[in-house]
């Protein structure tokens, strides 16, 4: 399988406590995006890595989220003391660099904290 | 964050009817990009826009880039019961925007057999 990749597909945690995501993009693929989803929601940006350069970070990124792409390949997101209100999908996608590109998306990780 | 208007939220339909939604923006988008999202899974991309009046087909469905660059319309014809589940549109803008999304709130597909 080729797709992106993302683990764990589900995390149960509770409030305070910190968890961590990891996605394995598209092997040729430059850029790599974090999304969240909550329920009846289109997906929203979080931030996105050029190689390993984080580019740009969305003002929903608080203090406590944390993201990483050490080596260009694949990247972690940290939640640190999470909050009830972190409860969501948190998808990751993948594109090559260029104008004309396509954002593939991993299977996502639900967290519920409760 | 900022989302597109996407309609309708929800459509009921019979197996066989042809299926149209539609995104408007209020920003340009250089990009239009349809999704596909079933419960508990990722997006998956059904078809991708890159010029103004761009018409792209893809098997049953046919999208259509705005010649405006604000708006996007997605059609399914002759709906089959695997067409369910929640279609997105995705805009992308240009400049040091290029591969962020911004997706609209999502249209839930229901098709009776």
């Known amino acids: 399988d080729t797709g992106v990749s993302q683990d764990p597909r589900h995390k149960i945690t509770k409030r305070g406590q910190n968890v961590t995501f990891r996605c394995d993009p598209i092997?040729?693929?430059?850029?790599l995006y974090w999304y969240r989803q909550t329920l009846g929601q289109g997906p929203e940006f979080l931030t996105y890595f050029q190689n390993e350069a984080q580019l740009e970070k969305s003002r929903l990124l608080s203090d406590r989220f944390s993201a990483e792409r050490p080596k260009g390949s694949f990247s972690t997101l940290e939640i640190q003391r999470t909050e009830q209100g972190d409860s969501a999908m948190y998808l990751c996608?993948?594109?090559?660099?260029?104008?004309?590109?396509?954002?593939?998306f991993g299977q996502g990780t639900r967290l519920t904290v409760v | 964050g900022q989302q597109l208007n996407q309609s309708p939220q929800s459509m009921f339909i019979q197996e066989g009817e042809d299926v149209s939604m539609n995104c408007t923006s209020s920003?340009?988008?250089?990009?239009w990009l349809w999704y596909k999202q079933d419960p508990g899974e990722g997006p998956v991309l059904l078809i991708a826009?890159?010029?103004?009046?761009e018409l792209t087909s893809n098997g049953r469905l046919t999208a259509q880039f705005g010649i405006t660059r604000k708006d996007s319309f997605l059609n399914i014809s002759a709906s089959i019961p695997s067409d369910v589940g929640i279609y997105f549109c995705a805009g992308q803008a240009g400049g040091t925007s290029y591969g962020k999304l911004t997706f609209g709130q999502g249209t839930i597909l229901t098709v009776h057999p």
């Open positions: 920003s340009i988008f250089n990009t």
């Open positions: 092997s040729e693929h430059n850029r």
């Open positions: 826009l890159y010029k103004a009046g």
């Open positions: 996608a993948s594109s090559r660099t260029g104008v004309n590109t396509e954002a593939f």
